[in-house]
Structures are given as structure tokens and as C-alpha cells.
């Protein structure tokens, strides 16, 4: 899917109202703000103005989601994201060409040789997402991103910083990538999507797991179950906005605000307090992203 296509999909119906904020400050270790604020024009140019974006940071902010990790699909928005979180306290950034991108030839030299440029800038903390979706790539394309999952995997270890891992239907591939080319000190399994047994394996290895609005969904049973079994410190949450908005807004816009959600159903399906829950949030996402403000 196109970010113009991922755009419009997202435009359905009016943008939810805010939850009751967290009793502790937690994290969005995942958000596409470009995307949520429709920030690309279709050549490629932000629309989006700072006061936009502000605006809806400072909302994150009011539901005590004081800090955010934006992450980039290709070239342009990672550059956006580098360039957000160099001004904004309360931003990260996470820089790639996304696994999609990639399978249809966009991860050419120069792209990867800007995302290396930009994984050493200092508030660029992870390379991410990359990875391997066998659902909207097809097999013609499969070669090309793995190539590029490999080429990003040597550039989250050349700079040290986190990998963020998009796994679509592609769980053991995933891991035999990851396996083979030698795990940086920290990844994140981005928006989980496995089932028990996989989220062992990735627990094992020392993998973090990020759950979004999909733990909240009726049909995601295995996504508790996966969730109940990760420990606290290899847990984070995420939005992955504007899409995947938890329940009760299955369906409408995500954003960043939205994350006490999902939070909430995590401390439920864990049996741990919120405040604890939020705590232990914060923690494992500065151990992961390190400090956003020094």
C-alpha cells in the first residue's frame, strides 16, 4: 500500500474522543504522525505545519503519553522523523525503508546510504520499521527485502542503536534472518502479532514485544496470551497511528492519545497495576530508545 493509499484508508469516519489519562506518564514507542496529519503530499512534501504537530503531541501529552517514537517508511518520512525529534523534547525518532517499500525496489543504494546518514544523528534511536511482510509483498519481491532487512539490521549495529522488526506473516523467516546476521543489543517486535509460542521464542532471544490496539480486539485471544506470558521488561506498547485504533474505536483515526487503551487492557491481561504498568513502560522503552530529554 502507497502512503497516499494508507492515508485515505484511514479517514474513516471522525477522530475519537481522548480516554481518561494514565495515573503515570507511559509511551507510544510507535506512531506515524505524517500519516495521522495526512503530512505528504503525493511528491513526497509535508503539508502538515509545526503547529500541527504540536497540537497533536500536546494532546498525547494531556493523556499522560508524554513520549513518543516517530518512525519512518522511507526516505522522506525519515527525514521527517529525524527532523521532528532533533525539535521536539518530546519526540524519537526510528528511520527506514519500510519492508513493502523495499520488496518493490526502493531500498536501492541511496536510500540505505540516507538512512545510514540519518541512524547517526543523536535523536535518532532505532532503525526501524524494516523487516518481512509475505502479505503484501509477493514472492517476486521477497529477495529485495530481505536484502534490505539484512542491510538494516548492519546499520542498527554499526550506529547502536535499536532495530525495529515489521513481521507479517513472517515469523521464522524473520528469526532466521535475525539469527543469521547477529541481533543488535535491542530489537522490537513492532505491533506483535504472534501467538504464544512465538513470543517465546522472541522473549528468549531477548527480543522486546510491542503490542498495539490489536490486543484490544475481540478475535485476538492469542495476542493476550502472548502478551500474558512477556515479561514486564520485554513489553512496550504502541499505537502504530493512525492505524490498528483500539477497541471501543476499532475501525475509526488512531493517534498517539489513543494509547491509554491499549494500556489499560495490558495491565488487565497482565494483572499488573496501571501506575506499575506505566512505570515499567517508561523504563523499558529508555533502556531500549535511551532518555528523550538529557
Not at 522522506?76 to 528511520?95: F, I, Q
Not at 534511536?125 to 527485502?145: F, I, M, N, S
Not at 495476542?223 to 483500539?246: I, K
Request: include cysteine; proline fraction near 7%; charged fraction near 25%.
Amino acid at each position: 500500500m502507497s502512503r497516499s493509499a494508507a492515508s485515505r484508508a484511514n479517514r474513516r469516519g471522525e477522530p475519537p474522543p481522548s480516554p481518561e489519562p494514565l495515573p503515570a506518564p507511559a509511551v507510544d514507542s510507535h506512531t506515524h504522525l505524517d500519516i495521522v496529519l495526512d503530512g505528504f503530499r503525493p511528491e513526497g512534501g509535508p503539508t502538515s505545519t509545526d503547529a500541527d504537530v504540536d497540537a497533536e503531541i500536546a494532546a498525547a501529552v494531556a493523556v499522560n503519553v508524554p513520549r513518543l517514537v516517530q518512525v519512518g517508511v522511507d526516505v522522506a518520512s525519515s527525514r521527517w522523523s529525524a527532523e521532528l525529534a532533533a525539535r521536539h523534547p518530546n519526540v524519537l525518532a526510528a528511520v527506514a525503508v519500510h519492508p513493502n517499500e523495499a520488496g518493490a525496489g526502493e531500498a536501492d543504494d541511496a536510500a540505505l546510504a540516507e538512512i545510514d546518514r540519518l541512524a547517526a544523528l543523536p535523536r535518532v534511536r532505532a532503525v526501524g520499521e524494516t523487516g518481512l511482510d509475505r502479505y503484501r509483498t509477493g514472492p517476486e519481491g521477497w529477495a529485495a527485502q530481505e536484502a534490505s532487512f539484512r542491510e538494516h539490521i548492519r546499520i542498527a549495529k554499526r550506529h547502536g542503536v535499536a532495530l525495529v522488526i515489521h513481521d507479517r506473516d513472517a515469523h521464522d523467516e524473520v528469526l532466521r534472518v535475525v539469527d543469521d546476521e547477529g541481533a543488535p543489543e535491542h530489537v522490537v517486535m513492532h505491533c506483535f502479532s504472534g501467538d504464544a509460542a512465538f513470543a517465546r521464542a522472541c522473549v528468549e532471544r531477548g527480543f522486546v514485544l510491542s503490542f498495539a490496539g490489536t490486543v484490544t480486539f475481540g478475535n485476538a485471544g492469542y495476542l493476550r496470551e502472548a502478551a500474558a506470558l512477556t515479561p514486564l521488561d520485554q513489553l512496550l506498547v504502541e499505537t502504530d497511528s493512525p492505524f490498528l485504533t483500539p477497541a471501543p474505536h476499532r475501525g475509526r483515526p488512531n493517534a498517539s492519545r489513543l494509547v491509554p487503551h491499549t494500556v489499560r487492557a495490558l495491565a488487565e491481561v497482565t494483572g499488573t497495576d496501571l501506575a506499575q504498568l506505566c512505570d515499567a513502560l517508561t523504563t523499558t522503552a529508555e533502556r531500549v530508545f535511551g532518555p528523550w530529554q538529557e
